[in-house]
């Protein structure tokens, strides 16, 4: 049985840090890419970042987030993490860890609140 769980998710202040992580088991890990995702109310689900399979050397980016988050994974932990710095309110949502592996899978999200 696959499964993903983040967590790491918060209240932040603008200009804050937070990291996200998502543990992922029932796969192979290291086989498959990983993305985050995140919805805000009333808007569609988008692709915040997303990781390469094996060593992760392959990464991509939402232009809105560029140069202020990072995504990174841990092959031997089973894990996938987005380090966001600089956090706007528009970073506003609920966080998703994804992959497709025999079909695509969602975690449960993680709430991520950006305001002062």
């Known amino acids: 049985q696959v499964q993903l769980v983040e967590s790491g998710g918060g209240l932040v202040q603008p200009g804050g840090s937070l990291r996200l992580s998502c543990a992922a088991s029932g796969i192979i890990f290291s086989f498959y890419a990983m993305e985050w995702y995140r919805q805000s109310p009333g808007k569609q689900r988008e692709l915040v970042a997303g990781?390469?399979?094996?060593?992760?050397?392959?990464?991509i980016y939402a232009d809105s987030v560029k140069g202020r988050f990072s995504i990174s994974r841990d092959n031997a932990k089973n894990m996938v993490y987005l380090q966001m710095n600089d956090l706007k309110p528009e970073d506003t949502a609920v966080y998703y860890c994804h992959t497709e592996a025999t079909r695509t899978y969602w975690g449960q999200g993680t709430q991520v609140t950006v305001s002062s």
């Open positions: 990781i390469s399979r094996g060593g992760g050397g392959s990464k």
